[in-house]
Structure formats: C-alpha cells, structure tokens
C-alpha cells in the first residue's frame, strides 16, 4: 500500500491535523484531557489496584480519581502519581470495582422507616437495592389499607400517604427523604396493582378492573418505576391470570419497562412456569427477567438442562428473556407459602385457620398432591424447612432455628397441623429456610452469560438483629468472589463482576451506574481478593462477611477500612419512563 503523504493538502491542515492526532495519542486513558472536572485535587483518589471496571474486559493496574459524585479519571498505574486529593485510598493488592447491584432486595422496612444504614448489605459491597418483587407499600388505597395490613407499628401508619393517582411516586419521594446508605430503585409489585382494583379477593378481573390496572402501571411508570414485578405463587399475585399479566405488560411497554417475575412454578411446572414468562414479554413486547432462577425440590433437579436450553432457544428467537439468582442451595419465604392460596382470599387467613372445618379443608388440599399450586413443605419435606423468623419474640425464642419436622414432633402432631398452629400463634406468615436446590445446578446457572445476581433478602444489623434469617443477606455476593470465583473457578473475576454490575446497570436502565469510566457515578468497591469470603451460616447468619474493605456510594464512603460510617449518600434511582411532577 502506497504511504500516504500531505501533499494534497495545504501545509497548514497537515500541522492541524499533525497536533490533533498527537493530543489525541497523549489524551488521559480515562477522558479527554482537560475535561470539566478531570484535573486535581480530587476528592478521592484510589491507587495502584487492579481495576475490574465492570465491562467484562480485562483487568489492569490503575488509579480512579472522584470528584464529587463522579469518576472523572480511570489511569494506568502511575499515572496520577503525586497527585493531590483530600483521601487517598492505597489499593495495592485489593481489587476495585463498580458497586454491585442487588436486582432482588428486600429491604423495605429499613429503607422506608427504620435503620437505612443497611449494614449486611452495604458490607458486601451492595451500593444500589432494586425493590419490587410481587408486593410493594405504594400505591395503596383503602381496599388495600384495610386487608393488607403489615403488623409493622411504624410502617403502617406510613403507607396511609401513599394513596392517590401518583402514590408510587409517594413512596419513592418518602425513601428519598428517610435517607439511606445505598441507592433504591424499584418495579411496582404486580400483587399491589391487582390489590389496588380488587383487594385480596380471588377471580378473574373484568375488562374494567383490566383498564384500571393498565393505568395503575402507567402512573408508576411516570413515578420512576422499573417496570412490572411478580410474584405469582403468593396471593394475592397468584390469582391473576396469564392475561391480566399481558396487559400490565402493554401498559409499561412505551415507558421501557421490563416484567421481572418470580414465577408461577418453580418446581413440578417449572418448564409450563417459564413458557408463561415468555408469552408475557413476547405478546406484551418487553424484555424478561426471572428472579431467583432454580428447579425446585430433588424430583426437579433433573429439569435443570430443559429449563436453560429453553432461555437460549428464547434468546437464539430474538426474545430478551433473562435471569438472576442467588449464591445458595436453600431458598427462603414464609411457611404459608406450605398453604393452599385460596386460603388467604379476602385476607382471611387467620381466620380459617381458626375455623375447625376450614382447617380441615386446608390439611386436606396441602396433604393431596396436586400441580394446581406450588407446595414448598413437600419439595423441601419437613426436614428440609428451617424456621427462621417469628413476629412473636416469645415464638421466636421457642421455635426458631428449629426444623418444622422437629416442631412438629414437640408438638406431637403431623406436620401440616404444626405449620398452621405457628401461622395462626404468630398471626404472620413465619420466615423459613427451604433446602430446594442442589448445588451443581447452582453452579450451572451461574456460567450462563444472561445471569445475573441478587439477595432476594432485606437489609439487617447484626448488632440488633434478633430473629434468623438466611445467609445470604449477609454473604451473597463475597460468597460468589471467594467461594465460587476464587476457591471453586465457575467463573472469571471480570465475568462475576461483570454480572453484579453493568449487566444490571444495562437490563434496568440505571444510567450513570454499574461501569468504572468517567463521568459514572462514584459507586465503587475496593476488596481483597484472597480474603473475600462470606461468613454467614444457616444456623448463626448475623456474620459480616471479610475482605470488602472500601465501599463508596456517590463518593460518599458508606464502609471504611471494613467498618460502616453511618453517611447516608444513597439516592433514589428512576426508570426510563420517569415524568417529574408537571411535564
């Protein structure tokens, strides 16, 4: 190929274009150079640690230099050597990356009303909490106040404001201004849109109640939600038909939204289950996310390669289906989840239960075997269920950390009657343990490029913690760097990292997040690799995990040298289809 000379051009435009190439060649590898806010001091800067930036690419030695809320600079090593800034932050030997994304939190309680410092969560390097799964406080109107209550003496009264045409907004503006550690965003449950039109009670809704529904999802798309969640195995979500679902779907749709679903099975119908997930974001045209993908119970185990097979064949199709899960073998929700669903229409529960022949008609429907519903005792067997979480202090002194076969053997009845007697005692749904999973399908999942990952877990202190709950409010994602990155190599550290950051960043539209590059907010984790590790149990949870050392939200450090700080820097993140008040 012939060498290309200047002599077309005036000598001028070669020296112009001679200095453009040159600056361009000596340009900051992170941003231009001299772009607003690039040049020291900063307010934070990190050196000398092997930066992961999120992508899935490579890692390399580099400094990140933050101002304010951002990153403005990612170098090579060195290169902002001497620089000045008000903390410098020596990460020879620790790895640095964006924060991680929690795309199934729980965290409601302390996020709304109580301690926001979400220590179990922000101690594993969890800097943003996505809500939303089946049931959310917003909206609400009196049908809902008046059989949903929480039992929640400081959350109850709160969910009183969040009535009106634009209560999810509500809700979202009332964290904002409680404050919190880590950022939140959040889909609108499913459960709360059906329980808005027509409360606790089962049936299918008429096209009225559909065309209410509809707008109950448009208004909380223009609120910042994230889209639609599900959670379709606990009333009042699990009487709402494939139909009803579509149509939330469509009314999301134009605002970006994606329907994230716990679905109807995940056991004994799991491939049905995920036909109907498909169908919805197919004929609703939005993108898929299965929360917590697992086959339930050992009878299903075998069901694994069907159920992934299924998601590819989706994808190759042109459909955008995908999955997140977390780190364990066990799953955990309520031992009413033993139950048949019709028993808690009308929010009735407690009541039949206190019904002799209503009883009956519950211990027959859980002791008949049947598709109908999903039955976690029978997957798990007593043995397999762990209680865990009682609203009682006295039930939780006798009964927790005990299995429900054990329960009942004290109690010296079958099983079914011990579970409904701790339901009715408690007057709550009991937390439990179920052990549903095996671990090489665990494992499985986790290689799969679509997956990502999430605590399904609300945020706890360990210092005031009284009841038990699962470990994985504590340890999910050291667990995935230590034991499944370091110790066990189902993956790549970029690829991990890649996973609990960018690749939720991009499916829920949270811009500015999930990626090391300037101009991205400053939400940033600094670990040890070869310490890293969870040390949360089933039977002692309350355990922070080792090895996150730094963890930054917006600039703020939230953990220091190991140790929460108690600054409250989180923000409430908006979807795509976000409307402040008045545009």
């Known amino acids: 190929m012939p060498r290309r000379s200047c002599r077309p051009?005036?000598?001028?435009?070669?020296?112009?274009?001679?200095?453009?190439?040159?600056?361009?060649?000596?340009?900051?590898?992170?941003?231009?150079?001299?772009?607003?806010?690039?040049?020291?001091?900063?307010?934070?800067?990190?050196?000398?640690?092997?930066?992961?930036?999120?992508?899935?690419?490579?890692?390399?030695?580099?400094?990140?230099?933050?101002?304010?809320?951002?990153?403005?600079?990612?170098?090579?090593?060195?290169?902002l050597e001497g620089a000045e800034a008000k903390t410098t932050i020596d990460a020879t030997g620790k790895v640095v990356t964006p924060g991680f994304i929690d795309i199934q939190a729980q965290s409601y309680e302390p996020l709304l009303a109580r301690d926001s410092r979400d220590v179990s969560k922000i101690t594993q390097g969890i800097t943003t909490e996505v809500l939303g799964e089946g049931g959310t406080p917003a909206p609400v109107d009196d049908r809902i106040l008046s059989s949903e209550p929480t039992h929640d003496t400081v959350v109850d009264p709160l969910r009183e404001a969040f009535t009106g045409p634009h209560g999810f907004g509500k809700w979202l503006d009332a964290m904002a201004a409680h404050g919190s550690s880590p950022n939140v965003a959040s889909f609108i449950g499913a459960a709360t849109v059906r329980a808005y039109v027509k409360g606790m009670d089962r049936g299918a809704a008429t096209p009225a109640?559909?065309?209410?529904?509809?707008?109950?999802?448009?208004?909380?798309?223009?609120?910042?939600?994230?889209?639609?969640?599900?959670?379709?195995?606990?009333?009042?979500?699990?009487?709402?038909?494939?139909?009803?679902?579509?149509?939330?779907?469509?009314?999301?749709?134009?605002?970006?939204?994606?329907?994230?679903?716990?679905?109807?099975?995940?056991?004994?119908?799991?491939?049905?289950?995920?036909?109907?997930?498909?169908?919805?974001?197919?004929?609703?045209?939005?993108?898929?996310?299965?929360?917590?993908?697992?086959?339930?119970?050992?009878?299903?185990?075998?069901?694994?390669?069907?159920?992934?097979?299924?998601?590819?064949?989706?994808?190759?199709?042109?459909?955008?289906?995908?999955?997140?899960?977390?780190?364990?073998?066990?799953?955990?929700?309520?031992?009413?989840?033993?139950?048949?669903?019709?028993?808690?229409?009308?929010?009735?529960?407690?009541?039949?239960?206190?019904?002799?022949?209503?009883?009956?008609?519950?211990?027959?429907?859980?002791?008949?075997?049947?598709?109908?519903?999903?039955?976690?005792?029978?997957?798990?067997?007593?043995?397999?269920?762990?209680?865990?979480?009682?609203?009682?202090?006295?039930?939780?002194?006798?009964?927790?950390?005990?299995?429900?076969?054990?329960?009942?053997?004290?109690?010296?009845?079958?099983?079914?009657?011990?579970?409904?007697?701790?339901?009715?005692?408690?007057?709550?749904?009991?937390?439990?343990?179920?052990?549903?999973?095996s671990e090489e399908n665990v494992e499985k999942q986790m290689r799969r490029p679509w997956i990502k990952f999430g605590t399904d877990a609300g945020a706890f202190d360990p210092d005031s913690a009284t009841d038990l709950t699962h470990p994985r409010a504590y340890g999910s994602y050291p667990r995935i760097l230590g034991h499944y990155v370091r110790e066990r190599h189902v993956m790549g550290l970029e690829e991990a990292v890649r996973k609990m950051t960018s690749a939720t960043a991009d499916r829920l539209h949270l811009d500015g997040r999930g990626i090391l590059r300037p101009g991205m907010y400053a939400d940033v984790v600094v670990f040890d690799p070869e310490t890293v590790i969870d040390k949360a149990t089933y039977v002692e949870p309350h355990q922070i995990s080792e090895g996150i050392e730094q963890v930054l939200v917006n600039g703020v450090p939230v953990v220091r040298d190991g140790r929460v700080t108690g600054a409250k820097p989180g923000r409430v993140l908006r979807g795509a289809g976000y409307r402040p008040s008045g545009s």
């Open 209 to 437: 109640e559909v065309d209410t529904m509809q707008a109950v999802v448009r208004r909380a798309m223009e609120d910042g939600a994230l889209g639609v969640g599900s959670a379709l195995i606990y009333p009042p979500g699990s009487y709402a038909s494939t139909d009803e679902l579509i149509a939330e779907a469509k009314a999301m749709a134009p605002y970006g939204g994606t329907y994230i679903t716990h679905m109807r099975s995940e056991g004994d119908r799991l491939l049905e289950a995920t036909d109907e997930a498909i169908e919805i974001g197919k004929e609703g045209g939005v993108p898929v996310e299965i929360y917590h993908l697992k086959a339930a119970g050992q009878p299903n185990w075998d069901k694994e390669d069907a159920l992934l097979d299924k998601i590819d064949s989706a994808r190759t199709a042109g459909l955008d289906v995908q999955a997140d899960m977390y780190p364990y073998a066990a799953a955990s929700t309520g031992l009413t989840a033993c139950l048949p669903p019709w028993s808690e229409s009308g929010g009735k529960l407690y009541e039949r239960l206190a019904d002799p022949a209503m009883r009956d008609s519950i211990r027959k429907d859980v002791m008949t075997p049947t598709q109908a519903w999903e039955q976690n005792c029978r997957l798990a067997t007593p043995e397999g269920v762990l209680l865990v979480g009682f609203r009682k202090p006295e039930m939780q002194k006798k009964w927790g950390g005990k299995r429900l076969s054990e329960a009942a053997q004290e109690m010296g009845e079958p099983w079914v009657d011990a579970a409904m007697d701790l339901i009715e005692q408690d007057s709550s749904r009991v937390e439990c343990v179920y052990f549903l999973m």
């Open 9 to 79: 051009f005036p000598l001028v435009l070669c020296a112009l274009l001679a200095g453009v190439l040159l600056a361009a060649a000596c340009a900051p590898r992170g941003g231009a150079a001299g772009a607003p806010g690039s040049r020291g001091p900063y307010d934070v800067l990190i050196t000398g640690g092997r930066i992961v930036d999120g992508t899935g690419a490579g890692w390399f030695f580099g400094d990140v230099a933050i101002k304010g809320d951002r990153v403005v600079r990612v170098e090579p090593r060195g290169v």
